[in-house]
């Protein structure tokens, strides 16, 4: 393909992306091109789980707010940095409001007031939501907004590699010059652009048992391997969730109480109603299958009396017993009897007039579109189960930045969107969305205040390109005879993943699986891995891309659980003879509680040029105390200081 060129080059169509470009547009900056695989692929619009809630400042009734509360809450998760969560919430009104003249129908009231609800590590009725497609509706507007100022969009395409140059600043060495794209048929190109936006998403390819569309991979890799700084790779969240259809099985798919069963391999001999025994009671149990609605993700706080003993249970029969777990919403559990329900379980039901009947009727009455979701993906609740699994849904963590989404060691590289790690260790349930709405505003602010002109040097670019192509091209004609092939090299990487790196962690599992992953990347650089035709040559590089990922974040958690952090977030350290979980697990089932004082840290990884990874804890930035007498701040936003600080 020919070399093109453009002012900035945005990677990825999600929700971030796309809005980086329209707010870009809206400041000047018109020669955009946005690469992508297509406007319909991607996390943004083709899941719900996280993406249904949009989380942002409170805008309605007499509950104070303020973006220093709102900052407040977002810091108190832990491991985030404190200007990072003042941003987020000082721009969450705007980025919000910005959406809604776009045409996303978040509800209001006859006055205009946007209603809200309680979401998890909320303390205010801050989240909303257009229902389960509230991400899709979002990306739907901002790709009419897209068309509508004519910005170019490059289909069909995958960025395979990110150009950079080195820089004379001291603490930025590198600076990002664009990328290798990759098109359908297999044929590689260069685009060089003075800024990329970097809107590749999570690492949904990275695990076997995941909630991530399959239709979306991430590009986390890219960036690493261009040797971006990460920090807080360890915190990502995981939660129960259907896998012949990927969504996640919160809210009322689990507060209508289902039947939950494991079966047999076969999927139909042999079937169990297991959690019952585990609780003090039937009741007990069904209350905390209820909870699980409230508390989907895993949480290592309510893993001893609580809710996630649920998800423990679940993955030890589907990964440790071979076995396969269903919700049926045919018929209620055995011994199923509402008065037995806890009270908040119990009042809930009764006001929801869902009291009675069986789990199918009670999610008839109180959300028929969960029934018709997955109806329209070709699954019967009324007349089939529905098979789930503990699943990884979202990184908390990813590259590391600045409070304007500039790379912290790339000069004009802006990872917005999940691929940016600005969460900590927990987050108000549906913060993702305002973050990557509001990186979108912050990248496109700094580059049209301070990025406006083109200051590249083509010909050195072009030749680190012409170079990249070079060693990309010898090394995927030398894979075409490697004996494994691309598709099975990911298996084998995903399946490590799930089983190593996930919800369930322990130390000697981990060095098992770093051993494992440092040997298949070595592997996979020198021999490739086959394929077959064209169309699979960027499969072999994504994969390729991908393996290198998985080692960076194995890495980062082997680091983690060394340095004695315990089991936080959504992960737990198991731990030989510490806190045993529940008295009925085998022994092995206990585990490190976590050392809070790590909350105040961040994880930082720097990839190295041999393949290895270096780490360590830096403190976190505190919230900034911010001029705001007028005059002053006024002063300082007409002059552009703020651009600079």
Not at 168 to 188: H, Q, Y
Not at 221 to 232: D, H, I, M, P, T
Not at 386 to 411: F, K, M, P, R, T
Request: charged share 20%; with cysteine; glycine share 8%.
């Amino acid at each position: 393909m020919p070399m093109r060129k453009c002012h900035t080059l945005i990677i990825g169509s999600g929700a971030a992306g796309l809005s980086a470009a329209v707010n870009l547009h809206r400041l000047g900056i018109t020669d955009i091109l946005i690469v992508t695989e297509g406007l319909d692929q991607g996390t943004s619009i083709n899941t719900g789980s996280d993406k249904q809630t949009y989380y942002k400042l409170s805008m309605c009734g007499n509950a104070s707010d303020s973006p220093a509360e709102l900052a407040d809450t977002l810091f108190a998760g832990g491991s985030m940095h404190g200007d990072l969560a003042l941003a987020e919430a000082a721009n969450s009104a705007r980025a919000f409001t910005n959406l809604v003249a776009l045409g996303v129908p978040f509800p209001r009231d006859r006055f205009g007031q946007f209603v809200g609800y309680k979401t998890d590590h909320d303390p205010r009725s801050r989240a909303t939501s257009v229902g389960p497609y509230t991400s899709r509706d979002m990306c739907r507007a901002l790709i009419a907004e897209v068309k509508r100022r004519n910005i170019t969009v490059l289909e069909r395409h995958n960025a395979v590699a990110l150009v950079t140059l080195p820089h004379t600043d001291p603490t930025r060495t590198r600076r990002a010059a664009g990328a290798i794209v990759m098109d359908e048929l297999g044929n590689s190109g260069t685009i060089l652009a003075e800024n990329t936006i970097f809107a590749t998403g999570g690492p949904g390819g990275l695990y076997k048992t995941s909630v991530y569309p399959t239709c979306h991979t991430g590009g986390i890799g890219l960036a690493l391997e261009a040797g971006a700084l990460a920090q807080s790779l360890p915190e990502s969240q995981y939660g129960l969730a259907s896998i012949a259809f990927r969504w996640n099985v919160s809210g009322t798919y689990m507060q209508v109480v289902p039947r939950v069963t494991s079966t047999a391999a076969d999927g139909t001999s042999d079937p169990q109603e297991f959690l019952i025994p585990w609780f003090d009671s039937p009741g007990q149990a069904f209350s905390m299958l209820f909870l699980k609605g409230y508390q989907w993700p895993f949480d290592t706080r309510k893993m001893v009396g609580g809710s996630s003993l649920i998800d423990i249970l679940v993955y030890i029969e589907t990964v440790l017993r071979g076995r396969r777990v269903f919700l049926d919403y045919r018929s209620n559990p055995t011994d199923f009897d509402p008065a037995a329900l806890s009270d908040e379980a119990h009042t809930y039901l009764k006001n929801s007039n869902a009291l009675t009947g069986t789990p199918f009727d009670r999610l008839q009455t109180m959300n028929p579109g969960a029934i018709a979701l997955y109806r329209d993906n070709g699954i019967d609740l009324a007349t089939e189960p529905l098979e789930i699994a503990v699943c990884a849904q979202h990184n908390n963590g990813g590259l590391a930045a600045d409070s304007w989404w500039e790379s912290l060691n790339i000069h004009s590289l802006f990872p917005i969107g999940e691929v940016n790690g600005s969460h900590g260790v927990a987050r108000p349930g549906g913060s993702a969305l305002n973050s990557g709405q509001v990186g979108a505003i912050r990248a496109a602010e700094q580059i049209a205040a301070t990025r406006n002109t083109f200051t590249l040097d083509i010909t050195a670019a072009q030749n680190v390109a012409d170079a990249k192509i070079a060693e990309i091209e010898a090394w995927l004609n030398n894979a075409t005879a490697a004996p494994s092939s691309w598709l099975a090299e990911r298996q084998q990487m995903q399946e490590r993943m799930s089983r190593a790196g996930a919800h369930i962690r322990a130390a000697d599992t981990i060095e098992v699986a770093l051993s494992e992953a440092r040997a298949q990347l070595s592997r996979l650089q020198s021999s490739g891995c086959s394929h077959s035709g064209t169309a699979t040559r960027v499969e072999a590089l994504r994969t390729r891309s991908l393996i290198f990922a998985h080692l960076a974040y194995l890495d980062a958690i082997a680091f983690q659980i060394a340095s004695a952090t315990g089991s936080r977030g959504s992960a737990m350290v198991q731990t030989p003879g510490a806190t045993p979980i529940h008295p009925k697990l085998p022994a092995e089932w206990t585990f490190t509680p976590e050392d809070r004082n790590f909350l105040t840290q961040v994880l930082e990884t720097s990839p190295q040029p041999d393949n290895t990874f270096a780490h360590k804890w830096v403190p976190c930035r505190p919230i900034p105390e911010s001029d705001t007498w007028f005059e002053t701040a006024w002063a300082a936003f007409r002059n552009g200081d703020i651009y600079h600080s």
